[in-house]
């Protein structure tokens, strides 16, 4: 029953996430949306900003996971391929959510988390190295953000590989 609540309150955030500003929204307007009393909705969240920020540390401790995964396997040209096409596929299931999230013109909460999680699990060993996971990072997300707005046409697997590639050998040669 709680996961009925919260799936349909976070189905109708995304609604109206789509065709609004978050700000705007308001937990009335949500509450009807989601057909959920507004007891139910506080229940879970303080307000529309705490289910958002919720919903962005989810996310983020899912991709906490995958770097787990990623350190405990070793660094190597298979294993970061590997969590780059988790990535990706990780992004095409929940592509709704992103394209909202990563918005050009939102606040970069996914991108902060990220970074944070960057620094954490891959902390840098020599001086020069603390600027890489940032380039990697934002470069990612940018990849990312065009991917969904040109409709993912290209497989979660094919952008992984053109992102380690660039990761690896840089964008020189293209350019």
Known sequence: ?????????????????EVKPVKRISVVELTERARVNRTSFYNY????????????????CEL??????????GSSHD????????????????????????DPDGDYFVIKKTLELFAEYLSPERPGQRFVFPFI???CVGIIQRWLLDG????????????????????????
């Not at 294993?79 to 999230?101: D, G, Y």
């Not at 992984?160 to 293209?174: D, F, K, R």
């Open 137 to 139: 990072t934002f470069g």
């Open 45 to 60: 969240y303080e307000g529309i900003d705490d289910m958002v920020r919720k919903i962005e540390t989810d996310l983020s």
């Open 79 to 102: 294993s970061a391929a590997r969590l780059v096409t988790s990535l990706f596929c990780f992004v095409a299931e929940n592509s709704r959510i992103f394209s909202i999230l990563l």
């Open 1 to 17: 029953m709680d996961t009925d609540i919260k799936q349909a309150l976070f189905q109708a955030l995304l609604d109206l996430m």
């Open 152 to 175: 993912m046409k290209e497989s979660p697997e094919d952008m992984a590989a053109l992102t380690v590639s660039y990761i690896e050998q840089g964008t020189g040669h293209l350019i």
């Open 64 to 73: 906490r996971e995958a770097l787990v995964e990623y350190e405990r396997r």
